[in-house]
């Protein structure tokens, strides 16, 4: 069972759609990721917050847009995105990011297709 | 920038039996942490099993275990009396205190009943 909940699981939007995806932890992690995995390709990192501050962006296009409200909830905010931009969405939280023996936790991913 | 290989795309074990999946990384580094990810069909990554690098012993998660070979960079993965359930895209992940996760290619693992 998964402590990492992602909402929506799908989700069909138009590019010039705004839609947001939603992550929520309870396990008091305090850093919290945004991973992009494209078909039968490993999860590839965009964002890391860190203590509710964005601490890593990994030359992320700005059509995303994250957002940490609080330590529980990350959501990632999507406009104008592209055909090439379906993939799956992996929301991820650890105890924090500065400890390395701290493991990621992954949600079950939210299936993104962009049409 | 750190770099893990898996150099089997798919791997088939009969249920019931033992399969090994390789795993080989590139670091300068002397404190790190190793990771078996498991992803099934519902696409949830799920950590099977960590290894951190100033232990010599290979840690086991009951059926699963790691053969880690430090001086080698090999992490392989051994499952043991292998089920249905263990069907999976299986990612070997790095991470150390410079680097952030980085993930092997992967390898499918089919169990055949």
Redesign the interface.
């Known amino acids: 069972d998964?402590e990492v909940t992602q909402t929506p699981k799908h989700l069909v939007m138009g590019m010039t759609n705004k839609k947001s995806l939603k992550c929520e932890q309870h396990m008091g992690h305090r850093a919290m990721y945004w991973y992009k995995q494209k078909a039968?390709?490993?999860?590839e990192?965009m964002f890391?917050y860190s203590y509710e501050k964005l601490s890593?962006n990994e030359s992320v296009p700005s059509r995303f847009s994250p957002e940490c409200p609080n330590s529980s909830l990350l959501n990632l905010h999507l406009h104008a995105l592209q055909p090439e931009d379906s993939a799956?969405y992996?929301c991820?939280s650890s105890r924090d990011r500065?400890n390395?023996?701290n493991?990621?936790?992954?949600?079950?991913?939210s299936?993104l297709t962009v049409v | 920038a750190q770099t893990v290989t898996q150099s089997q795309p798919e791997m088939s074990v009969q249920e019931a039996e033992t399969v090994t999946l390789s795993c080989t990384y590139d670091t300068s580094e002397s404190d790190y942490y190793l990771f078996w990810y498991k992803q099934p069909p519902s696409r949830q990554m799920i950590l099977v099993i960590r290894q951190e690098a100033y232990k010599q012993q290979n840690a086991t998660e009951n059926r699963f275990s790691v053969n880690f070979q430090k001086a080698a960079k090999s992490f392989s993965l051994k499952i043991s009396d292998s089920q249905l359930g263990d069907a999976a895209m299986y990612f070997c992940a790095y991470r150390s205190s410079t680097e952030k996760l980085t993930f092997g290619t992967g390898t499918r693992l089919t169990i055949i009943p």
Not at chain 1, 40 to 43: D, E, I, S, T, V
């Open positions: 998964t039968k390709k490993p999860p990192l890391v890593i799956l992996l991820a500065e390395t023996a493991t990621i936790y992954f949600g079950e991913g299936w």
